[in-house]
């Protein structure tokens, strides 16, 4: 039998929402600074700490940057929505945001 990782993939998901599982895809978008990795490290744990599935990037393209719009960074990006930009934020505020989120 011969399956296709598309359908792998789509199976994977069904058994994630039966089991009530959210997978959710945060990205920090900026470059190497230390705002930037301090974003990352509080995305990581806020996402730890609220016990859910989450695929953490950061994204340093500043190509792809700009076709975000976001004009300064860290950004903290959850499921393709920019939730925050321009600034850093404490854990807590990060938790919060991304809690609202889901």
């Known amino acids: 039998m011969n399956i296709s ?16 599982v959210k997978m959710m895809k945060i990205e920090i978008y900026g470059a190497r600074c230390a705002k930037c990795k301090r974003m990352a490290r509080h995305a990581e744990k806020a996402a730890k700490q609220l016990n859910i599935k989450a695929e953490v990037s950061k994204v340093e393209d500043i190509q792809k940057i700009m076709e975000k719009g976001i004009m300064m960074t860290p950004a ?22 991304i809690k609202q989120h889901m």
């Open 5 to 20: 990782s598309h359908e792998i993939r789509g199976e994977r998901k069904t058994l994630n929402r039966k089991a009530g």
């Open 76 to 97: 903290l990006v959850v499921d393709g929505k920019v939730l925050m930009s321009g600034r850093t934020s404490s854990l807590d505020e990060v938790r919060e945001l």
